[in-house]
Antibody, heavy 119, light 108 residues
Framework: EVQLLESGGGLVQPGGSLRLSCVAS????????MSWVRQAPGKGLEWVST????????YYADSVKGRFTISRDNSKNTLYLQMNSLRAEDTAVYYC????????????WGQGTLVTLSS | EIVMTQSPATLSVSPGERATLSCRAS??????LAWYQQKPGQAPRLLIY???TRATGIPARFSGSGSGTEFTLTISSLQSEDFAVYYC??????????FGGGTKVEIK
């Protein structure tokens, strides 16, 4: 059974930093690209970032480029999102999502971790 | 960036009736389109990929159609557990991967 378990969310001040983690199980983690998708309170889904299976290639939404860094440790089956220079508009539930094959849709999602920006 | 537009924003349907949800892309995405279902407090769940292929374990009452810029998700006979928000997503041309704004299916 595929499982994705996020952690690391919390309350942080604007300008602060946070690192999210997502531990994967139930599939060969190193064979799949992974993404982070976020959802602001009461809003829709927004793609944040994707990392290739090897970790060599990374992609970002313009809204987070230069502030967020996606990475992975295939030996630990873990995906990360380092978030710096956080802004109020980054408040959201952050989901870790597994790619379906080599396509860009998401066949499994974690339960999400809430990041709240507040001064 | 490909903009995905879903309509209607809210759909009121009685249990047992058919629901038809629309998704339009600002440019062709071929058949590289997925549909997700999200219930309150839960993560999204993949329903359909490649425009018309049901994901594993998805009931046959869910069907997807379309290609290019116009897509439809049909729920043939709504069950109580189907009342949720539905999102479409294109993965033909990225970054960015883009989602529609969602359609909420509510009980009439």
């Amino acid at each position: 059974e595929v499982q994705l378990l996020e952690s690391g969310g919390g309350l942080v001040q604007p300008g602060g930093s946070l690192r999210l983690s997502c531990v994967a199980s139930g599939f060969t983690f190193a064979n799949y690209a992974m993404s982070w998708v976020r959802q602001a309170p009461g809003k829709g889904l927004e793609w944040v970032s994707t990392i290739s299976d090897s970790g060599v290639n990374t992609y970002y939404a313009d809204s987070v480029k230069g502030r967020f860094t996606i990475s992975r440790d295939n030996s630990k089956n873990t995906l990360y999102l380092q978030m710096n220079s956080l802004r109020a508009e980054d408040t959201a539930v952050y989901y870790c999502a597994k790619w379906g094959g080599r396509s860009g849709y998401f066949d499994f999602w974690g339960q999400g971790t809430l990041v709240t920006l507040s001064s | 960036e490909i903009v995905m537009t879903q309509s209607p924003a809210t759909l009121s349907v009685s249990p047992g009736e058919r629901a038809t949800l629309s998704c339009r892309a600002s440019q062709s995405v071929s058949s590289n389109l997925a549909w997700y279902q999200q219930k309150p407090g839960q993560a999204p769940r993949l329903l359909i990929y490649a425009a018309s292929t049901r994901a594993t374990g998805i009931p046959a009452r869910f069907s997807g159609s379309g290609s290019g810029t116009e897509f439809t998700l049909t729920i043939s006979s709504l069950q109580s557990e189907d009342f949720a928000v539905y999102y479409c997503q294109q993965y033909n041309n990225w970054p960015p991967l883009t989602f529609g704004g969602g359609t909420k299916v509510e009980i009439k």
